[in-house]
C-alpha cells in the first residue's frame, strides 16, 4: 500500500470538517461534500493498491474511473490544502529551493510535497502541454524525469479549429494506450460509457444552474460557483456528482421561482474573470455579507461543454473527452490567442448583467496578466462598466493577504460601485 | 573595415544599414519572434525574415503600461522598441506558440503596434510524426498566407534554393565554432555571440559572403590564451552578449553554448531532397529543443552534454530570465543531472536590461575560482 502524508492527511481532515460543518452550520455542509469525497476515493483507491496516475487538473478524468486507476491531480491537492490553515507554504518553500519563486503556486506545491516525500509516488504521470500554461507545461515532465517515473504529455494546439481537435483526439487516444502499456490497467468501455453518462447527466445541470444564475437576483451565491469548479474537475462521471449537482440545481431553480437571491439585498453583480482566491473563499461570503456584492460566474468555473453526443460509440465518447478538455476553463482561455477570452469576459459581464469585472491576476498566471489592460479596456469600452484589477497569489496569502485584498474590494465597492 | 567587425555592427543596431539597404531597394522585411519559425519560407518569398530582437532598449515605460511586471524583460523590451517606433520598418511579423510571453506579446502587438501582416505558427511542443504532420501542415498554410499577403509563388524550386543558401550559413557556423573547440581558440564568445546574432539581422546570401571573409580573418588570428575556464551558456533568450563579456572579462571563455540565439538556432541541417516543406517541419520540430518542448528533455540533455564534450568545456553558466517559467521549471532537473555528471553549473537570475551586474560579477567570479 502506497500512502502518504498529504493525501492521508487532508482525507483525515476533510472527513473532520465535513462532519464538523453538518452539526455546526448544516446549511452550508454541501459545499464541503465534493473534496471530502474526493480524497474518500483517493483514499480507498490507493488504500486498495491500484495504480496511482497523476493527472493535471485541466484533463478531464473520466477515463481514469473507466480504467479502475487510482488518480490524483496535484493542482486540486493544493488548492484544497491552500484553504487549510497552515496552507501551502511548506510545500512552496521547500520548491523555491529549486526553482524561481515565479513558478505557478500549485507548481510549487507539487514540487514541494515530492520533495518532502509527503505524496504517493504515481505509477505515472498524465499532463497537458501548452494548456494553459509554461509552467504547468514544465513542472509535470520534469517531475516525470526527477521521479524516473513514464509520463505522457498530450500536445495542444494553439487554434480552437476541427483540425485542431482531431488532433488532440488523437492525442487522446494515444494517452490512453500509453497509459494501459504502463499501468497494464485497461480501458473498460462498457464502463466508460457508464461513466460519460453520469458526466452528462452533471453537466446538464451545470448548464442549467449557469443560466439560472443569470437571473437578478442571483439565486445562488460566488461560493457555489467556485466549489462547483472544483467538483466538476475532480468528480466528473461519478454518481455523486450527478446527485450533488442536482440538489443544488433544486435549491437555485426554487430560489428563482420564489424570486429569493443568494443574499437578502443584491446591490452588486461582479464577474470575477481570473482565479478565484483559493485560500480563503471565504472572501467571496464577505462581499456578499458586508456589501450585496455577489460573484454571479467566475470565468474560470464556467464549464460549457456540452454533454458528449454518441454514447453508443467509443470513438465518439474518447471525441467528446477530449473536446471536453479542451473546453476546460482556463485552457480554452489560455492555451490560444486572447479574442477567446476576451469575447467570454466582454459576453459574461453582459449576460451575467454585472456591474463590474474583477480581475485577481494570481501572479502566476503570466499569460494572464500579459493581456489583463486589453481585456480591462475593453470591457470598459464594450459595456461602460470598470475592471478592478489588483495581483495576488490565489493559493499563498503571503503575497498579497486577505485584509489586503478586503481593502482593495471594499475601496472599488464604496468609489466606484455605491 | 573587416568582415567580421562589420558583422559585430550589423548585430548590434537596429534598424541596421542591411535593412536600411533592402528598404532602399523598396522589398518588404518580416519580423519573427522565435527561432522555431522556417525562416526559409520568408526568404523564398523575396521577403527578409528579420528576428525580433530588444538590444539597446534601456527602459520600458510603453510596455509596462500594456503588460505587466510578471511578463518577462526581453519582451516587455521588444514591444516598448515596437511601441516607440523602432519597428516600422517590419512589414509584418510571425509569431508562434513559444512561450506564455511571447504568444501573448504578439497578442498586444496585434492590437496596439501597427504592422500590416500578421501570421501565427501553432507549433507542437513534442516530437512525433503526428506533430511533425501538424507542424507541416502549419507551415503550408504559412506559405499560402505569404504568397496571398505579398503577392508572391514560393515555388518549391525557390523554396529548395533557400534551403540551401541556409544549409550554408549553418555550415558556415559550425566552422565557427570549429575554431572554438581548440585549446587556445582564435575568437571570444562575446563575438561569437554576435556574429550568430548578425545571422539574424541581415539576408543571408549578404551574410554567407561576409561570414566566409570573417572566418578567413579569425582562422588568422592568434588564439586566446590565459583564462581560468572554458565555459557554456545556456538558458532564457540572450540576444545581447553582455552577459557573455562579463564573464570573459572575468577570465572564463565561453567556448560553447545552448541558446536561440546561438547554437540551437542553426546546429541541425534542412534536407535538400524530398518535399522541401516537410523538410522544413521536421527539421525545425527536431532541432536541440528549447524547454517550450516540454518532453525533450532526455534529448536536450544529450546535446548539453555533447556540447560540453565536443568543447572541452570545464563549467555551465545557466541565464534565467525572471519570471521565464520554462527555464526556470526545468532547472531543477537541468542542474542535479549536470551535478551527476559532475559538470558545474552556476544558475543566474536576471532581468533582460542587465541591470545588477555587480552582483553578476561577483557570483562569476567566485563560480571560476570555485572551478579553479
Known sequence: MVQAAVIESVHQRMQGILGHVKTKYPERAWMYEPPAKYFELLHEDIALGKK??????????????????????????????????????????????????HICAVNKFTIGAILSGDVPRPDMILHTIGHPCDSSSVTHPMLANYLKVPDFGLDTPYWDTPRSYKYFAEEFARAITFMEEQTGCKMDFDRLKEVAEYSNRAQEYVLKIAELRKKVPCPMGGRASAVTGGAVMGLAGTPFLVDWMARQYEVARARVERGEG??????????????????????????????????????????INRPIEGLSSKEKILEGLARKTLDYPMGRHGRGPVEPYLNECINLCREYKADAAVFAGHVGCKYGWATAKIVRDAIHQELGIPTLSFEVDAFDPRVTSLETIKEKLAQFFETLLL | MKASEQLLELARETPNDAVKRWKQQGKKIVGFFCSYVPEELVHAADLFPFRVKARGCTETPLADSLMAQVNCSFVRACLQLALQGDYKFLDGVVSLNSCDHIRRMYDVWRYRVDTPYHHFLSVPHKVSEEAVAWYRDEVSAFKGNLEKAFGVDITTKRLREAISVYNETRRLLHSLYDLRRSDNPPISGTEVHDIVVAATAMPKEEYNELLTKALQEIGGRKGISGHSARLMVLGSVLDDPSLVSVVEELGGLVVADALCFGSRYF??????????????????????????????????????????????????????????????????????????????????????????VGQIRTRVQAFLEMMG
Not at chain 1, 265 to 293: H, S, T
Open chain 2, 267 to 356: 546546429w541541425e541541417s534542412v534536407k535538400e531532397v524530398g518535399d522541401p516543406v516537410e523538410n522544413l517541419a521536421r527539421s525545425y520540430l527536431k532541432r536541440p529543443a528549447c524547454p517550450r518542448m516540454a518532453t525533450e528533455h532526455p534529448s536536450r540533455m544529450e546535446y548539453i552534454k555533447m556540447m560540453v564534450k565536443d568543447f572541452a568545456v570545464d563549467g555551465i553558466i545557466l541565464e534565467r530570465i525572471r519570471y521565464c517559467d520554462l527555464w526556470g521549471g526545468v532547472s531543477m532537473v537541468l542542474q542535479k543531472e549536470l551535478d551527476e555528471a559532475g559538470i558545474p553549473v552556476l544558475v543566474l537570475d536576471r532581468e533582460y536590461i542587465l541591470s545588477g
Open chain 1, 262 to 303: 443568494a443574499v437578502p439585498n443584491e446591490r452588486i453583480r461582479l464577474v470575477w474573470i481570473w482565479v478565484p482566491n483559493y485560500f480563503d473563499l471565504g472572501i467571496l461570503d464577505w462581499m456578499e455579507q458586508k456589501y450585496g456584492a455577489v460573484c454571479v460566474m467566475d470565468l474560470l468555473n464556467h464549464y
Open chain 1, 52 to 101: 496511482v496516475v497523476w493527472y493535471f487538473f485541466l484533463l478531464t478524468p473520466e477515463i481514469f474511473r473507466a480504467m479502475d486507476i487510482a488518480t490524483c491531480s496535484p493542482e486540486y491537492v493544493a488548492a484544497i490544502v491552500a484553504a487549510f490553515p497552515d496552507g501551502i507554504k511548506k510545500y512552496v518553500d521547500v520548491a523555491e529551493e529549486k526553482v524561481p519563486d
